[in-house]
């Protein structure tokens, strides 16, 4: 085999994480091979790790192939029981730096900040100081958890060495990205509160090195389904089309899913269709055990890609209504613009974070955590919005929708040269 000429290396949380970010990855990969990379792989954990770590993960035989051309590897950790932590990142270190070594003109990218971009400055610095002279590139792209999980964690528990580590390693990339202009703001706002205890002057660069890249979407995933298809997949489930309120997303507090259930409770609309809650996450089993007396409510914990949009296209309503927690604010809401993408009914959420980024207008907006505003939001949706409002609202999403279509996303991002990516 001929040795590549460009090279995408992912290196990810990728499926079976449920993760908008394990879908940018995979949309990265696949526009890479149309766009001249001729090898293409995505570095990821090995699955053991995933679920020991509890994340919710998709059923195992329910995910989509990739494409011919692209590779998946799952490095083996380095060392044993005495390393109680980082054997795996060293792992997945160890390879890149194997990649670079081959000086294949490439372009790191690293999503997901901790713990990706500290793999990717490693591997470089090993790299160079190894001699190996790696034609190298970086990116790095933050994504919401870096921003609310960590950086902001730093700074409530007053550990602003850790968050000066965080800004230095992602303002010594060549090139810095975040997911939507709400988490590139609250960066620069957490780059202040550093300055401002440390003396440092991150926050100066981040505002003027820092630029938006939104998350690269399938968008023909979503397009024209065929109306038999749909009505296939909501007769296995027991569904009928407009006859059930969607939730599809992760089961945590901070998606507002036990708000959705305490609006659905009480809304006119229960007489009409049902509270469909699909997805896993921490709050599956006490969910059920909340709604446990009531037969209107259904979970679906094994839904796999390909019948995700279909039970997109065919709800009466799409409810996210993601609210800000501690360690978690919905920074774009990557759910809401496959649901656009799909049709069906109207996509009812909050303006929590970067949520106004990806809906941009064309939903239903309700106060974060007023179950009560919701549930009337749920009743005007169902009971008093006609087909030809449906219709409209349906259009005016989807064309914003396209907007974040992954080839377009792709080629802004990538106009620099080749790319490894590492997201999370």
Known sequence: ????????????????????????????AEVALTRGFDDVRLLTWPVPVLQAAGLPLKPLDGILPYSE??????????????????RYLAGLTGRLVELLAERVPTTCVSMYLAPHDAVVRDA?????????????????KAVGSDVT???RSCLREGRFGAAVVLFTRFLANDQVVAVSEYTRQE??????????????????????????????????AYLDLAPALVDTALRRRGLDRDGYVLFLSRLT???????????FARSRARSRVRLVVAGNGPELEHLREVTRHDDRVLFLTDVQDEEKPL?????????????????????????????????????????????????????VVVEAGNPAHLAAAIDRVVLDTTTEERELMADRARAHALSFD??????????????VALTG
């Open 1 to 28: 085999m001929s040795s590549p000429r460009r090279r995408l290396v992912i290196v990810v949380r990728a499926d079976p994480v449920i993760c908008g970010h394990s879908g940018e990855a995979r949309n990265l």
């Open 69 to 86: 051309g692209i590779t998946v590897e799952r490095p083996d950790p380095v060392g044993d029981y005495r390393v109680p932590d980082g």
């Open 124 to 140: 470089v610095d090993a790299a160079r100081a190894a001699g190996c002279a790696p034609d190298v590139r970086t990116i790095a």
């Open 149 to 151: 999980n960590v950086i």
């Open 187 to 220: 960066i620069i706002a957490c780059a202040e509160t550093v300055d401002a205890h440390c003396g440092t002057r991150f926050a100066r660069q981040c505002a003027r090195r820092i630029s938006v890249s939104y998350p690269p979407i399938d968008t023909s």
């Open 253 to 263: 507090r901070a998606k507002g899913v036990y708000d959705l259930v305490e609006a």
């Open 311 to 363: 039970l997109m296209a065919g709800c009466a309503a799409y409810a996210l209504p993601t609210k800000p927690e501690p360690d978690f604010v919905e920074t774009f809401g990557i759910a809401l613009t496959e649901k656009m993408l799909a049709g069906g009914g109207p996509v009812i959420t909050t303006a929590t974070g970067g949520v106004g980024e990806a809906v941009g207008g064309t939903a």
């Open 406 to 419: 992954r080839v377009r996303v792709f080629d802004d991002l990538f106009s620099s040269g080749t790319a």
